[in-house]
């Protein structure tokens, strides 16, 4: 039988935890220490949504700027992007990303990770209509990351 697949392109700035946050959907543990990721990595994660057995082709591209010339090529048949930002930090560097992203007319899930950091985080910065906050740190809110990519998708 065969199982549906998506293609996610999780994209943002350097250093927000975007490798962390597949590091833990596929160990269940938080990854301290920083390694940048070097152009892309691909993690396959399944997930049971709705009764129905779904795979997500994570494409994890690095923030650096030294890798962007690669980028077109890496979001090719995107279903689905994840622009993620860091909830401590400035916002300016997510601006810019999520709104070269959205010219896509692609699905776009914004998530802002690190709440452990900023819990009180004023949400109403974020001007778009489908977002959600995170902690990678407290392995909170990652699964319903995939519950709403899927209604984003379908
Ligand atoms: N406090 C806290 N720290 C986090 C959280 N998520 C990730 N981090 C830390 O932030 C750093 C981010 O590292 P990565 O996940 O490798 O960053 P990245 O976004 O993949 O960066 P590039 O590969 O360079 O694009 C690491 O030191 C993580 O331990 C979180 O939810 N809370
Ligand atoms: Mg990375």
Redesign the pocket.
Known sequence: MSIETFKICLV??????????T?ALLSNK????????LGVDLDVIIRDIGGEKIRFNIW?????KNFQGLKDGYYLKANAFIV?F?V?KPLDEFKKIYKEISKKNVPILVVG?????NPTFDWSKIECKDKIG?????LSGLNVVFERLAQLIE
């Open positions: 943002g700035d350097a250093r927000v935890g975007k490798t962390t946050f590091h938080f990854k301290q220490t920083y390694s940048p990721t994890d591209c690095a923030g650096d993620m860091d401590s990770n690190k709440i452990d950091l995170i902690s990678t740190k407290s």
